[in-house]
């Protein structure tokens, strides 16, 4: 038995990397091409690496090739071994940050308006300064992969044509999907669809997805946040501390 090539999803918070995991995980299971296992752990890594599949799809976020926390992943053997694809988002950070204040900002006011005590302690000026630099360290390393390892898409583009990034995530795993099927598939992770599907599950007190703890809501859904949403200062710190992400993006 050959073992699996793993198709790791690998964009950062907030980029639709979630809708990208989803996408990738019915286009292998729905043509019988592989399973979805939701975010990493270097114990499913183990585990699933026996499955008698072709590919084995995994949310992370850590550049797996180089370690994980520290410590030897099993990413470095698979990526030795030519069993290793990625498909990574990238989007401006400046609507990244934009998109994780509103979001931040909306779960404490839920927690206060359910009588609950806001524990929130996110901070725009540790996102922009350290966490960034880190985030957007381990996308770019999974960029310098390559492309016939990594697909890259801008958030900008793929959500506005979900029908082309369905067609593109299988070309690169060369995975024959007719027309039809990509449509269907397409038609599943628009807003539209993604907030009915949430708002039902909700009702019925059902997981939205086998795998994932839980299914990040949308807060926008659009670019170009950051013109409107940011003061000059606050635009400042995050070119700043991300400027050679964002020119090798096309973001300055």
């Known amino acids: 038995m050959s073992k699996p090539t793993w198709v790791f999803v690998c964009g950062t918070y907030r980029t639709a990397s979630t809708t990208q995991y989803q996408m990738t ?5 729905e043509t019988n091409n592989g399973i979805g296992i939701g975010y990493h752990q270097e114990k499913k890594l183990a585990k699933f690496d026996d499955a008698d599949v072709r590919y084995v799809v ?9 370690g994980f926390r520290g410590e ?13 694809k990625a498909i990574a988002s990238v989007r401006d950070p400046r609507d990244i940050i934009v ?3 509103k979001r931040s900002q909306d779960h404490g006011k839920a927690v206060v308006a ?37 697909l890259v898409s801008h958030y900008e583009e793929f959500t506005q044509n979900l029908y082309r990034e369905v067609q593109r995530i299988a070309e690169h795993l060369a995975i024959n999907l007719p027309a039809d099927h990509a449509k269907n598939i397409a038609k599943r992770y628009t807003i539209a669809s993604m907030k009915e599907r ?7 007190g059902e997981k939205e997805d086998k ?9 926008f859904g659009t670019s170009g946040l950051h013109q409107t949403w940011l003061t000059g200062p606050e635009r400042e710190l995050v070119e700043k501390h991300n400027q050679a992400f964002m020119e090798r993006f096309g973001y300055l």
């Open 58 to 66: 995994c949310k992370v976020f850590e550049f797996l090739p180089e």
């Open 114 to 150: 359910r009588g609950e005590t806001n524990d929130d302690t996110w901070s725009f000026h540790q996102t922009a300064t350290e966490d960034f630099p880190r985030w957007l360290y381990w996308l770019q390393k999974w960029a310098d992969l390559g492309p016939s390892i990594t």
């Open 211 to 219: 795998w994932l703890p839980s299914v990040p809501g949308v807060v």
């Open 99 to 101: 998109s994780m204040r």
């Open 198 to 204: 949430k708002e039902a599950k909700k009702k019925a």
């Open 72 to 84: 030897r992943s099993l990413g470095e053997a698979f990526l030795r071994a030519k069993r290793l």
């Open 25 to 29: 995980r019915d286009i292998v299971e």
